[in-house]
């Protein structure tokens, strides 16, 4: 019998209309369109607008396109894991919103809060359902509407941060496609430099939190740079050493689109070079978890069975990780 790998077999994503441009920030915050692509690599970023409008909102179009792609009912979907930072509400779970919304009525599900490397965690969790051969359909989704989040009078963080959401199906393989390892990290200290102060039980909403503006994300961008500069780099060498990879070996990079010269060194940490990289950050900016999945969505054409890619992610927590996977289609 052959080893069981959870492969992904399908992909799609989702970014709303609005375009909010670097030009557009200009007069909101002392900023410009330079010093934003020089030290980001972002030129714009999607917004998700309109009344009532929440996370799963952007989830419904990815995932009810992926099961089109796929030719599968949502009924046929057995778990949901939903990776997000910006859940519709703190309970139920937007996984649960999201099956309502699109008749995953077998599915049970779950959210996940690993902040930027979301996707990557719940890939590696998904894929252990998949393994174990207790599932047969895993749907992993990350997405975020960080513009609920963000305080766009803080030139700090709303130059970063956009709306956006992708999916993916994890299925059973046996033919040595589908995740093969990942890597994954934390570190909790990190918690002070990359946080939301208030919205929690530590600091619930009063009328004080709300006029100190503590409910939007807070970053102490310079040290999160340097964490992130050097983990994500790390960690992607890592993975790599662990399953005997050389740069050669490595069709694509699929890094979390935080800050181009974080994929930049991540990418020259591993030896790869800038044609392997999968980059769209300065289209949709940071949308968090979405970063990823969006780029699998993008670059799905491209890829061909059995490519290696390598994922690196780090994000709030902190939190960090990598996974080597083989295309499956």
Known sequence: MHKIHAAITAVHGYVPDYVLTNHELEKLVDTNDEWITTRTGIKERRILKGEGLATSD??????????????????????????????????????????????????????????????VYGLSTGASFIESGRHKKVLVVGGD????????????????????????????????YGIMDSVLKSDGSGREFLHMKAGGSLRPATHETVSA???????????????????????AAEIMQRNCLVADDIAWLVPHQANKRIIDATASRMGISDDKVVVNIERYGNTTNGTIPLCLWEWENKFKKGDNIVLAAFGGGFTWGSMYLRWAY
């Open 213 to 235: 503006r503590e409910h939007y994300a807070y970053q102490e961008g310079k040290t999160v740079f340097k964490f992130a500069v050097t983990n994500m780099a790390d960690v």
């Open 58 to 119: 952007l989830a419904v179009p990815a995932v009810k396109t992926l099961l089109e792609k796929r030719g599968i009912g949502a009924d046929e979907i057995d778990l949901i894991i939903f990776c997000t930072t910006t859940p519709d509400m703190p309970f139920p779970a937007t996984a649960n919103i999201l099956a309502d919304k699109i008749g995953a009525k077998n599915a049970w599900g779950y959210d996940l809060q690993a902040a930027c490397s979301g996707f």
């Open 145 to 176: 509407k960080m513009s609920s989040i963000i305080d766009y009078n803080d030139r700090a963080t709303c130059i970063i941060f956009g709306d956006g959401c992708g999916a993916a199906l994890l299925e059973p393989n046996e033919e040595g």
